[in-house]
């Protein structure tokens, strides 16, 4: 059974840090990119960060560039994303994605709320 499992997530005051960590089952992990999203409420569901399958490259929406830092750690089977100085507008379920070839999978969200 293919999983994708979201953790990490929880309650941070502003200026904080978060390590969201993504762990896979069930598929051939290293075949993959792996992505992170977020969706805040009453907003889109928008792209945070990707790791290419070979870890050679990455990519960092604006907003979050030069705060959060992507990772994979094939031995684990899992994908952090380490997010440092939070702010307000970070709060959002953040999900993880799992893409090849037209193939997705999508795990549950976990919630990060960043409070002032």
């Known amino acids: 059974e293919v999983q994708l499992q979201a953790s990490g997530g929880g309650l941070v005051q502003a200026g904080g840090s978060l390590r969201l960590s993504c762990a896979a089952s069930?598929?051939?992990?290293?075949?993959?990119?792996i992505g992170w999203f977020r969706q805040a409420p009453g907003k889109e569901r928008e792209g945070v960060s990707c790791?290419?399958?070979?870890?050679?490259?990455?990519y960092y929406a604006d907003s979050v560039k030069g705060r959060f830092t992507i990772s994979r750690d094939i031995a684990e089977n899992t994908v952090a994303l380490q997010m440092n100085d939070l702010k307000d507008e970070d709060t959002a379920v953040y999900y993880c994605?799992?893409?090849?070839?037209?193939?997705?999978?999508w795990g549950q969200g976990t919630q990060v709320t960043v409070s002032s």
């Open positions: 790791i290419s399958t070979d870890d050679s490259s990455t």
């Open positions: 994605n799992a893409r090849r070839m037209g193939v997705d999978y």
């Open positions: 069930g598929f051939f992990f290293d075949d993959y990119a």
